[in-house]
């Protein structure tokens, strides 16, 4: 089976869970758990996390994906949903181990680069939906979002706890995906 066979397999058995179907839970659970003990593993030895660590990651995964299942959007692709959950998750255990690791530039280059894509047209178009946004909402989204600040340096040079930054940037990019449903058509 292909990647993006099972990946679509996921998807079936999870749209089909959402819709109340406790046995294609189950085996979107004992079908992903393999894949997310793979990536957790090969995530911990890039990073130089013990492997002990990537199972306790794993467990924090299927919690987080149990808990958030109903953000997922049924007519997107799983995977990278999975995959930001299992990066978040991974995120927060060297943080919990108080390390900082060092990812060489090479390694992550590829994550980096633009979608060639995103013109220059959808550019100015992102910033165009941006000026819909109240002060200083607008301000932190482009400073975390598009210039690449941590919420450390937003909160510092804005004069706001990093609390308040977090809390200000959640509810902006909700008022951004309203924005973009209303802009596209969707519903929500």
């Given at each position: 089976?292909?990647?993006?066979?099972?990946?679509?397999?996921?998807?079936?058995?999870?749209?089909?869970?959402?819709?109340g179907d406790?046995?294609?839970?189950?085996?979107?659970?004992?079908?992903?758990?393999?894949?997310?003990?793979?990536?957790?593993?090969?995530?911990?030895?890039?990073?130089?996390?013990?492997?002990?660590?990537?199972?306790?990651?794993?467990?924090?995964?299927?919690?987080?994906?149990?808990?958030?299942?109903?953000?997922?959007?049924?007519?997107?692709?799983?995977?990278p949903w999975?995959?930001?959950?299992?990066?978040?998750?991974?995120?927060?255990?060297?943080?919990?181990?108080?390390?900082?690791?060092?990812?060489?530039?090479?390694?992550?280059?590829?994550?980096?680069?633009?979608?060639?894509?995103?013109?220059?047209?959808?550019?100015?178009?992102?910033?165009?939906?941006?000026?819909?946004?109240?002060?200083?909402?607008?301000?932190?989204?482009?400073?975390?979002?598009?210039?690449?600040?941590?919420?450390?340096?937003?909160?510092?040079?804005?004069?706001?706890?990093?609390?308040?930054?977090?809390?200000?940037?959640?509810?902006?990019?909700?008022?951004?995906?309203?924005?973009?449903?209303?802009?596209?058509?969707?519903?929500?």
């Amino acid at each position: 089976m292909t990647h993006s066979m099972r990946e679509e397999q996921w998807a079936t058995w999870m749209r089909a869970a959402m819709a109340g179907d406790a046995q294609s839970y189950h085996r979107f659970l004992t079908g992903v758990t393999p894949h997310l003990r793979m990536v957790a593993r090969r995530k911990c030895d890039l990073l130089g996390a013990p492997p002990s660590e990537a199972e306790d990651i794993v467990q924090d995964v299927l919690l987080a994906v149990h808990l958030k299942r109903g953000t997922w959007d049924p007519a997107r692709p799983i995977g990278p949903w999975l995959s930001a959950i299992v990066r978040n998750k991974l995120i927060d255990a060297l943080r919990r181990r108080g390390r900082h690791i060092n990812v060489p530039l090479d390694d992550v280059l590829e994550s980096l680069a633009i979608d060639p894509e995103f013109s220059t047209a959808d550019r100015l178009d992102a910033e165009q939906v941006l000026t819909r946004l109240k002060e200083p909402q607008r301000d932190i989204v482009r400073s975390i979002s598009i210039e690449g600040a941590s919420v450390r340096e937003t909160a510092t040079r804005l004069k706001m706890t990093e609390v308040a930054v977090r809390v200000s940037l959640h509810r902006a990019l909700k008022s951004l995906a309203q924005i973009y449903r209303s802009k596209t058509g969707e519903d929500g």
